[in-house]
Each structure stands twice: as C-alpha cells, then as structure tokens.
C-alpha cells in the first residue's frame, strides 16, 4: 500500500476534506500507533505483496478461493478509484517513521440502490483482532454516510466470525441472511 511514503502529520478528518486526500492518525486496541489514508494508484505493488503475505486462509476468505496473485486489471481496479461510488482506505502501522500497510477496506455503491454499498475487509494474519477491522469500519463509514451511503453490506463466509464480530462491534443496527454456507450482513450507518 505504499505508505512508507507518508509524510507523518496529524489530520482530523473534517466535512470538507476530499475523500481522495483522507488521512488520520489513530491506535490500535494493543496501543500501536497507525494510519489510516486514501489509497492510491501508486500503492499497487504493495497491495501486490500483501496479499501474497496474507495466510491461505485470510485469501480464501476475502476471495472466496485461494488467490495468489492480483491481476494487472484488478491492481488497476482496486487503486484508481474514483473516490464517489469506489473508496479504499488503509490502514499501517507506524515504525521508525515509516508505515508498514496492515489492513485495506473499501467500498462500492451499489448501482440499483446508491444508499447501499458493498463492503469488504482484508486485515494482515498477525494483526488480526487488534481491532483493525473495527477502525478500518469505523472511517469507511464517516466516509461514506458523508457521501449519502447508510447502509454497508457484506457477504462472506457463514463460519467467518471475525467480519461478524467486526459487524456487530460497531453498536449499529445489524442484519443478517444467510443461504448456502454464506451470510450477509447489512448494517445501518445512519442509526446507533
């Protein structure tokens, strides 16, 4: 993801600020300092390898197979977004000031209803449970309540119990279908 190449400074995000320059400083549950910012088309060889970092199992759930590699399409397609109907934010961890990229979220709108989006996680193996997810959750959301989006969905696994948890954690009214080994959960952003 790129993000050894942030300039570390403190940002708040405000109303006005242009989701493609989103940037905010934050900490994990352990006390672990990160950041979290827009992703771009440059971040593309990163995104590259950690996925090929990712467990198998982190992989097929995100995928719904084993995947390996990224195409060059699907580079392309997850790091020049448009920012308005595809947003993507990452998350890295702070290290003798540079930042190694450990979770990536994003969203896109649904076309038939664009107060609906699908969403999607991928946190590193080793950071799992440290309450990336929830944080990743958390500023997709300021993002996209900000952009007329109130209700995220996701589908995955049904035995996938951290995305669940991450889901339920957000103390936000919560639903859940689910049919042939997959559920999806739909979350309101506009009611706590």
Same mark, same amino acid.
Not at 17 to 24: A, E, R, S
Not at 33 to 42: D, F, G, H, K
Not at 148 to 162: D, L
């Given at each position: 993801?790129?993000?050894?190449?942030?300039?570390?400074?403190?940002?708040?995000?405000?109303?006005?600020?242009?989701?493609?320059?989103?940037?905010?400083?934050?900490?994990?549950?352990?006390?672990?300092?990160?950041?979290?910012?827009?992703?771009?088309?440059?971040?593309?060889?990163? /995104?590259?390898?950690? *996925?090929?970092? %990712?467990?198998?199992? +982190?992989?097929?759930?995100? @995928?719904?197979?084993?995947?390996?590699?990224?195409?060059?399409?699907?580079?392309?397609?997850?790091?020049?977004?448009?920012?308005?109907?595809?947003?993507?934010?990452?998350?890295?961890?702070?290290?003798?000031?540079?930042?190694?990229?450990i979770g990536i979220a994003r969203y896109i709108v649904d076309d038939a209803d664009p107060t609906r989006?699908?969403?999607?996680?991928?946190?590193?193996?080793?950071?799992?449970?440290?309450?990336?997810?929830?944080? /990743?959750?958390?500023? *997709?959301?300021? %993002?996209?309540?900000? +952009?007329?989006?109130?209700? @995220?969905?996701?589908?995955?696994?049904?035995?996938?119990?951290?995305?669940?948890?991450?889901?339920?954690?957000?103390?936000?009214?919560?639903s859940c279908e689910t049919a042939d080994g997959m559920i999806t959960v739909t979350i309101d952003l506009?009611?706590?």
């Amino acid at each position: 993801m790129g993000f050894g190449e942030t300039e570390l400074v403190t940002t708040r995000p405000e109303v006005t600020m242009d989701v493609k320059d989103y940037f905010v400083e934050s900490t994990l549950r352990d006390g672990s300092p990160v950041i979290l910012r827009a992703i771009r088309p440059t971040d593309k060889q990163a /995104l590259q390898t950690a *996925l090929q970092n %990712l467990g198998s199992d +982190s992989r097929y759930s995100r @995928f719904f197979y084993p995947k390996r590699k990224l195409t060059d399409r699907e580079l392309k397609f997850y790091t020049e977004l448009d920012f308005e109907r595809h947003v993507a934010i990452g998350v890295g961890l702070i290290e003798d000031d540079e930042s190694l990229p450990i979770g990536i979220a994003r969203y896109i709108v649904d076309d038939a209803d664009p107060t609906r989006a699908e969403v999607a996680f991928t946190v590193a193996d080793e950071f799992q449970s440290l309450g990336v997810g929830s944080l /990743l959750l958390k500023h *997709l959301s300021l %993002l996209a309540v900000k +952009s007329g989006v109130g209700k @995220f969905a996701a589908t995955t696994f049904a035995e996938n119990e951290k995305m669940i948890r991450v889901f339920a954690r957000s103390n936000r009214p919560m639903s859940c279908e689910t049919a042939d080994g997959m559920i999806t959960v739909t979350i309101d952003l506009l009611t706590n």
